[in-house]
């Protein structure tokens, strides 16, 4: 494979870009002549890596490395996250960037794919370090951001906050007010109602979707859930208040389970006011072991990549697999699941909701127009519904799983756009 002439290919197994590429090794059978382009899907168009030197409140000076990937910008201008977060490396933000590209494909947005990330463990900074981190990173990122080159948006440890700052830096910088640089603002700078919960909705959504395509009702199903941030509270507040029971979440503290089924609003308050769930008491302490073989109907992985091994799907008692974080089953796991019948909907679906909303705010941005948070949901559910079909469908015409058809449909209108496009100079 042409990966070996490529100076950032790891020769690690089970690193986010390997789990990638493998995921497109898997595609490109399918793609007939387009196949001939694939090596386009094999490397980044672009990477930068920004040195971020701060001063700390204590006087002291510290540097902190951040990236910003653009690993296609075929179908449009970049778009994705930027993730704070001490294991942040330009592997990990090259496939996150890679999956925003087939994400925004797979649902048909005019967006390419990017990512960006900050290798810091935010808990450690004050307030005031975390708005010049962000600053900084903005102003350092800013030779190749712009609302119609490429355009940030929460993922892992950031939120409107630090989406304000972003904004009125760049703004600063370009001496205009330039809202569409970012998406998922506060409201009153241009943020769209909806966008904070969109990711848990869509994965609703699509969760539903799947389950009624199994025949597996919604009211009454256990639920397991890894992940209690914004995906994976709102997903855990939506599938209880449609009548699942919530009997387990785990977060990086540790997990809790409940047979009778987690009181969610209690559990996120108790998280808010304590930073974790640990200790929560409407609940036993469980190990990550037991964790795993729960017996469940839908597992939910809302938090990180290569969550779900090879190991963890052998032991695995549940129908459905919902990823709510972007790469967190690796590829021996995914053979596993499909060999035990158990239907993953893949993150490029099922996590997209959070970048279809950030498209409608673009959009909202760029008319000064606002839409209702019912349009909002409405045309968000409508969207899924439509993908998510296109999908199936194309699992079924190819006896392949969720994601192989996911990449299919993406990858075709990725390469087609390549190939109209033709080859500069
Ligand atoms: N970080 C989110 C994701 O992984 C949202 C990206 C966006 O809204 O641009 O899909």
Known sequence: MSQKNLSYASEQPDTPWQTYLAQVERVIPLLGELGTLAETLRRPKRALIVDIPIQMDDGSYRHFEGFRVQHSLARGP????????PNVNLEEVMALAAWMTIK??????????????????PRSLSRRELEKLTRRYTSEIGLIIGPQQDIPAPDVNTDAQIMAWMMDTYSMNSGSAATG??????????????????TGRGLFLTGCDAARRLRLPIPGARLVLQGFGNVGG????????????????????GAVHNSNGLDIGALQKYRAANGSIRGYAGAEP????NFWQLDSEILVLAALEGQL?????????????????N?????????????RDILVVPDVICNAGGVIVSYFEWVQDFSSYFWSEDEINRRLEQIHVEAFARIWEAAERHGVTLRTAAFLVACERILTARKERGLYP
Do not use: C, M, Y
């Open 181 to 198: 640089v970012v998406t998922g603002k506060p409201i009153d700078l241009g943020g769209s109602l909806g966008r904070v919960k969109a």
């Open 78 to 85: 970049g778009k994705g996250g930027v993730r704070f977060h």
């Open 286 to 289: 469980i190990s990550t072991d």
């Open 309 to 325: 091994t090879p190991a963890r799907a052998q032991a695995l008692k549940t129908r459905l697999v919902l990823e709510g974080a």
């Open 104 to 121: 925004n494909a797979a649902v048909n947005l005019p967006f390419g794919g990017a990512k960006g990330g900050v290798r810091v463990d």
């Open 234 to 253: 709102t997903a855990a507040e939506l599938f209880a208040s449609a009548g699942a029971k919530v009997i387990a979440v785990e977060d990086d503290s």
């Open 327 to 339: 790469g967190p089953t690796l590829p021996a796991a995914d053979d596993i699941l499909a060999q």
